[in-house]
């Protein structure tokens, strides 16, 4: 059975000392969770704060991006062995409002996933369509120029270290989920491309997390679909509170 993995993406929310006061809460609202990995990305400034608190603790530590190369003239930039030395495990790369607001396109989104693989950095590769995409019968189109874009030349056997997260943009901090038929949909016509790419029990053994307008009230519908294995979550993640219960629904579906 694949375990589910729930990712808190903090986006460019919290400094280093709103970080740390959420994280130590964190810890001890999950201190009885043996079922389901947990991750929290936050932003670089904050990584090595949360990851001093965290160390001990089963929560591994992503960020939200990187670079393709490992260093040299790149104002502004994070590389993958930074990522590492800093003592991260995951990174997002991809996400919607990477590719909206910063022009990342699949060939870019495909570089970095290389480079984060090259490290055993591993990616949580975001995917998903607009809402006219969804309105004009594109969905599946998209998500299959998206995975096949994201993951050219990339060897099956690297596939066990790629987690994917379908986030219909519509979704993503706007209140509005997606239904779990919705996701679901999503979620078994992601798995069926990676099958046809990658052979069926690499598909089989891959987990696509659900993102966009998680919450408490709605997690449990979404991860009780046979396809969801987890969750991305934006603003629930916030608060140690309501990101501690969604890994509780997780954890509380994980043993039945
Ligand atoms: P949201 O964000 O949960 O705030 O909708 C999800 C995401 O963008 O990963």
Known sequence: MRKKI??????????????????????????????????????????????????????????????????????????????????CTYVIIGHSE????????????NRKIKKALEFRLKPIFCIGETLEQREAGQTFTVLKTQLDGGLQDIDASAMQNIIIAYEPVWAIGTGRNATPEQAQEAH?????????????????????????????????????????????VGGASLKADSFAKIIEAAEHLSKH
């Open 6 to 87: 729930i990712a808190g993406n903090w986006k460019m929310h919290k400094t280093p000392a709103e970080a740390l006061q959420l994280v130590n809460e964190l810890k001890v609202k999950t201190v009885n969770i043996e079922k389901v990995d947990m991750v929290v990305c936050p932003p670089y400034l904050a990584i090595l704060t949360v990851r001093a608190v965290l160390k001990e603790t089963p929560i591994r530590v992503g960020a939200q991006n990187l670079f393709w190369e490992n260093e040299g003239a790149y104002t502004g930039e994070i590389s993958a062995p930074m990522l590492v030395d800093a003592g």
């Open 188 to 232: 078994q016509f992601i798995r069926s491309s990676l099958a046809e790419k990658f052979g069926r029990p690499i598909a089989d053994e891959l987990r696509i997390q659900y993102g966009g307008s998680v919450k408490p009230e709605n997690v449990e519908a979404l991860l009780s679909q046979p396809d969801v294995d987890g969750a991305l």
């Open 98 to 109: 990477r590719r909206q607001y910063f022009h990342e396109t699949d060939e870019t989104i």
